[in-house]
């Protein structure tokens, strides 16, 4: 790795420059008190890059993005931008960056803190200790499938058409990502697809069957239809480890695993793409929560989420496991203390705003760092 390590941070839209300013913070708080230090260097995405330049990325934002080691991303996506272009929407922004950094393997971790067993919906019986990954396919399948648009068939009839398409490489290199990090954990993998009715996804069984046969015997391995799976996750959280599935039902499934543990406001994630030669990787770290226009602007969101995406960028880019602890551990304590943010207050706990959220972890920080 080259002496100084680039950051490219997108803070996007709505909540995004709120939680990205403590994100920041955060950095500077490293290059300060741990002689880490970081390159960074700010741009647009999303409904801000297409009120500054008419297009949700820049060809030349997309070039610092692969210039950097590590992109951190806000949030993209709001009602003001409804109307423009669908080619253009702010989401095609974030799709671009996935697309042609090649990040094909999107992690995400759904944890649930002892502090907050009581913010999520199901019985704290149920999800105790809960610490679940979902690894999904994020180049390919229906989000990237052609053919794809909307045709007139006349008549007054018109048809929409995605396509559902994996080839083998897709499929091995995603279910390669997803045994390699169960070998780090409970070594088990489930793979979540809809061989019952689609071709692509009896391709996706045969293939991680393969795959698991030839190189990773060690670890266990299930297969689960994705409507099951929903299911499960509802049922019996904690039989899960590592979940690997498509990029739409991993869509909707990381959603579901997101709020199992409380809120949406807790959950990071990690979009990588293969390891090159020099044994450099790209890779884009985001919160998996939106851009809550609702609550955009008003110092309300929770940075955590964001906090802990970029402990994952430590760890997965820079190799800085221990300096990606201390956050995590400047955040369990925070809550414990009782602080919370208003999408995870619960009685008898202090209410704050996202800005005193970043003061409090902060000093943690401080305090653990000395
Ligand atoms: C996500 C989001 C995106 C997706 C949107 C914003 C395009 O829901 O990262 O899960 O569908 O992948
Ligand atoms: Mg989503």
């Avoid at 999303?46 to 934002?61: K, N, R, S």
């Avoid at 290199?173 to 390699?180: I, K, N």
């Avoid at 071709?199 to 994705?226: G, N």
């Amino acid at each position: 790795m080259s002496a100084s390590r680039k950051l490219l941070i997108l803070p996007g839209d709505g909540i995004g420059p709120e939680v990205m300013r403590q994100v920041r913070r955060v950095i500077d708080w490293m290059g300060r008190r741990r002689g880490v230090a970081f390159e960074v260097k700010e741009g647009l995405v999303g409904g801000a890059a297409i009120d500054a330049h008419g297009v949700p990325l820049t060809d030349a934002t997309l070039a610092e993005a692969k210039a950097a080691d590590a992109v951190l991303l806000g949030a993209v996506g709001g009602p003001r931008w409804d109307k423009v272009e669908f080619e253009k929407r702010p989401e095609a922004g974030l799709l671009r960056l996935r697309k042609d950094l090649e990040l094909f393997a999107n992690l995400r971790p759904a944890l649930v803190l002892d502090a907050l067993v009581d913010s999520s919906p199901l019985k704290a019986d149920i999800v105790r200790g809960l610490d679940l990954l979902i690894v999904r396919e994020l180049t390919g399948g229906v989000y990237f499938g052609e053919p794809r648009g909307i045709r007139d068939l006349g008549n007054g009839i018109r048809q929409g058409i995605n396509t559902q398409v994996y080839t083998t490489t897709e499929i091995q290199r995603v279910a390669r990502v997803a045994f390699e990090l169960a070998r780090k954990r409970s070594r088990r993998v489930c793979s979540v697809e809809k061989a019952n009715v689609m071709e692509s996804s009896l391709l996706w069984r045969e293939e991680v069957t393969k795959l698991h046969q030839e190189e990773f015997v060690d670890v266990e391995l299930s297969h689960m239809y994705a409507d099951n799976c929903a299911m499960q996750l509802l049922r019996n959280p904690r039989q899960f480890d590592v979940i690997v599935t498509d990029n739409l039902f991993g869509d909707i499934l990381s959603d579901e695993a997101a709020m199992l543990t409380g809120s949406l406001g807790m959950l990071p994630s990690a979009s990588l793409g293969a390891t090159d030669a020099d044994g450099r990787r790209r890779a884009l770290y985001e919160p998996v929560h939106g851009s809550a226009p609702d609550i955009a602007g008003r110092d309300m969101a929770n940075p955590i989420a964001a906090l802990f995406s970029l402990a994952m960028c430590l760890r997965h880019s820079f190799d800085l496991a221990e300096e990606a602890g201390l956050i995590e551990k400047a955040v369990a304590q925070v809550l414990k203390g009782g602080m919370r943010t208003t999408d995870i207050m619960a009685p008898g706990m202090a209410r704050c705003s996202t800005t005193v959220m970043g003061d409090s972890i902060t000093r943690a920080l401080d305090k653990l760092n000395v």
